[in-house]
Nanobody, 128 residues
């Protein structure tokens, strides 16, 4: 059974840092790009970062470039999102999702509809 479980969400002050983790089970990460998305109340879900099936070619949404870093740990079957210099506008529920691609390629995307299954989300709240 394909499964993604997010963790690491918390309440943090503006300027602080958080590290989100996405634990994958039931499938081989070598065949999937993994993306992080977020959705704030009343807003559409948006792509934040994505890492390819090979673990490279990270792609970021413009507002998080130079603040967020995505990484893939094949040994632990996890994908992490390090978030630094957090801002109140980063407040949202964060989701990880998997997109089936060719094995160990550089394909990435920030388009939610291109992803095949999702985790349940973890809440990040940044106070001003």
């Amino acid at each position: 059974q394909y499964r993604l479980v997010e963790s690491g969400g918390d309440v943090v002050q503006s300027g602080g840092s958080l590290r989100l983790s996405c634990a994958a089970s039931g499938f081989d990460l070598e065949y999937y790009a993994i993306g992080w998305f977020r959705q704030a109340p009343g807003k559409e879900r948006e792509g934040v970062a994505c890492i390819s099936s090979s673990g490279g070619s990270p792609k970021y949404e413009d507002s998080v470039k130079d603040r967020f870093a995505i990484s893939k740990d094949f040994a632990k079957s996890t994908v992490n999102l390090q978030m630094n210099s957090l801002k109140p506008e980063d407040t949202a529920t964060y989701y990880c999702a998997a997109m089936y691609v060719e094995r160990l390629t550089g394909t990435t995307s920030l388009i939610p509809d291109q992803f095949h299954f999702w985790g349940q989300g973890t809440q990040v709240t940044v106070s001003s």
